[in-house]
């Protein structure tokens, strides 16, 4: 498996390279989902049976073709990772990989100054809310709900440069149909994982929204 740092290393070397990439997160959530639960996440998506097909096409596809978010072993749920994602031997990267925690906020802000850095053009799939993140990041933001977002229409997302999706569950399918549809595009899967720079702490171990902001220039 491969360490938070060398999955950065390798995002930002494809990037700066013109390679495409793609990081996607299957957690606990998403195995849920899988397993068939019901009710919704603490992010306000919903379970179900579309989009649980969804998640295992999305599952089957890219496992052989992306960096995978480990869910860590000691984590909850952590048995359905085993019985959904082990099996198809996806390349594991650290779960933390694209999360700005507590610990990592000049790492993550070297990180994404370095992705700007590329030139590349970026775009950024999140909600209203995070559109101070996509002004930070000079993205292009195509605007989705703030939970329940499945399906996102792939016709917005422009085909070249590097893709940065904050979705919930419809990030995975989105990144599941570009992947197919725009060979050149670098897929990142952030998740929740800068929603602090947008003033909301949405999961464990995120900073203080004021001192991550601070630290970014926001």
Sequence with gaps: MLTAAEARWNILSA???GRACTFVKFGDGEFLAMHGHSGETINGDTYGVIIRQALLSALHYLAPCAMVAKWPDHAPHADLRAVYADKHNPAYAD???LLLQRDNISEMLTFWSEVQRTGRPLTYVAPARMAPVASWLNAKHVVIPDSNAYPIDPQAIPPIGTCIIGAGFAAK????????AMPD??????GSGLDVLAGTITRVDQPEPSEAMRTFGL
């Design 15 to 17: 990037i700066a390279e």
């Design 95 to 97: 779960y933390t990989t």
């Design 173 to 180: 399918p989105l990144i599941h149909q570009l992947h197919q």
């Design 185 to 190: 595009l670098s897929l990142l899967d952030v």
